[in-house]
Structure formats: C-alpha cells, structure tokens
C-alpha cells in the first residue's frame, strides 16, 4: 500500500508571505510527483509536476523534491487570497489527505 | 493539459431512482478512469478504477452492484448509482490518466453533484 503523508492543515499565512507544504510518501519506488489545488466545492486542478530531485518552479509555485529523504514540497511565494484552496499531493496515483492553506488579507 | 468533462454537473433526483453519469476525455484517450466521491470537507474517495473494456476493480466497501460502472470506449465511462438514497448525495468526481514515456498523470473532470431527496 503506497503511503502519501501531508503536513496537518489548516495553514494560515499572511497575503505576500511564502506558504510552505510538505508530503512524504512511502514507495521509493515512485517516478511522479504532482500538486493539486481544489477549490472548496470543485474538483482538483493540476498545478505542479515534477519527476526528478530538485526545484521546479513555475510562477509563484516552487516544487522541490528529494528521492533519498521520500519529500516532495511546494512552496507559494507571495500569498494571495486567491491561493486559499486545499492543496493535495499525489505521488504516482496515490493522493495525499491534503493541506488547507489560507491566505489572511 | 488533458481536459476531461463530466456531466450532468448537478443532479437532483427522488430516493429510489438511479441516475447515470458520464466522464469524458476530450481530447485524448485513456484507457485508465478513476471515480472518487467527496463528502463536504473530506478527503477524495477512491470509488473504483474504471478500465476500457473490462469489468471496474472497486475499492474496500464500495458495493459494485449499486454503483455500476461502463467504460466502453477510450473516451467514456459512466457511473451508474441505482437505487439512490439520501446518504448517496455527495461530490462524484472522476479522473482519466494520460501516459507519456514513464509516467501517468492524472486530470480530473469537474465533478458531479448529486442530491437525493
């Protein structure tokens, strides 16, 4: 059974300072490692892919992933309200129970 | 990315009824579906893996003869919840994956919002 561990919610950052979220998962096995973001009453979207360790970035979003420690991160620079969401990982298909973060105005 | 659709996007019905509802991968095709429920404030639900001309692997407690799933092409599957019941209204979202060299990537529809009263 593949294991998908998010850091407990709810995240609470202030607008324009860095929300940072964790997951670590339990197959060192696993090739693909994503972030999703799901809005409250809508389904999740895609933000983040990333496949080999390092840093990914993409906008505000920096993935970072290390295959030796099994942790793949995200981190969103300049929060805005508009970030407030539930942020899910998945690694491979195995999704994480997922992160609520939300940004104070 | 890969755009899936869902439809109906809400649905109403009477206890009792069964209501069907379709998943579709717009442009691409995928012989891999999934259907996850959500309930307010939970977390997604695996409901079953959906396979292009196979019978649907459900997951642990998920009773497959309530929820009869079809996927009978690269493009559709539907879920089918017969004999609905005011504990069946939830949030159905389904997924279809795409490959690309070694990897999957899985991308959601918009979901299905079922009310029985």
């Known amino acids: 059974q593949k294991e998908v561990e998010q850091n407990s919610g709810p995240l609470s950052v202030p607008e324009g300072a860095i929300a940072s979220l964790n997951c670590t998962y339990s197959d060192r096995g696993s090739q693909s490692f994503f972030w999703y973001r799901q809005y409250s009453g809508k389904s999740p979207e895609l933000i983040m892919s990333i496949y080999s360790n390092g840093d990914k970035e993409d906008g505000r979003f920096t993935a970072q992933l290390n295959k030796a420690s099994q942790y793949v991160s995200l981190l969103i620079r300049d929060s805005q309200p508009s970030d407030s969401a539930t942020y899910l990982c998945?690694?491979?298909?195995?999704f994480g129970a997922g992160t609520t973060v939300t940004v104070r105005a | 990315g890969a755009v899936v659709s869902q439809h109906p996007s809400r649905v109403i019905c009477k206890s009792g009824t069964s209501v069907k509802i379709e998943c579709r991968s717009l442009?691409?095709?995928?012989?891999?579906m999934f259907w996850y429920r959500q309930f307010p404030k939970k977390s997604l639900m695996l409901m079953a893996t959906?396979?292009?001309?196979?019978?649907?692997?459900?997951e642990q407690g998920v009773e497959k003869d309530k929820f009869l799933i079809n996927h009978a092409s690269l493009t559709l599957s539907t879920l089918t919840v017969t004999s609905a019941h005011p504990e069946d209204s939830s949030f159905y979202i389904c997924?279809?994956?795409?490959?690309?060299?070694?990897?999957?990537?899985?991308?959601f529809g918009p979901g299905t919002r079922l009310t029985v009263l």
């Open positions: 442009d691409f095709q995928a012989t891999t």
């Open positions: 997924s279809a994956i795409t490959s690309s060299g070694f990897t999957d990537t899985q991308y």
């Open positions: 998945a690694v491979d298909l195995s």
């Open positions: 959906s396979n292009e001309g196979s019978k649907a692997t459900y």
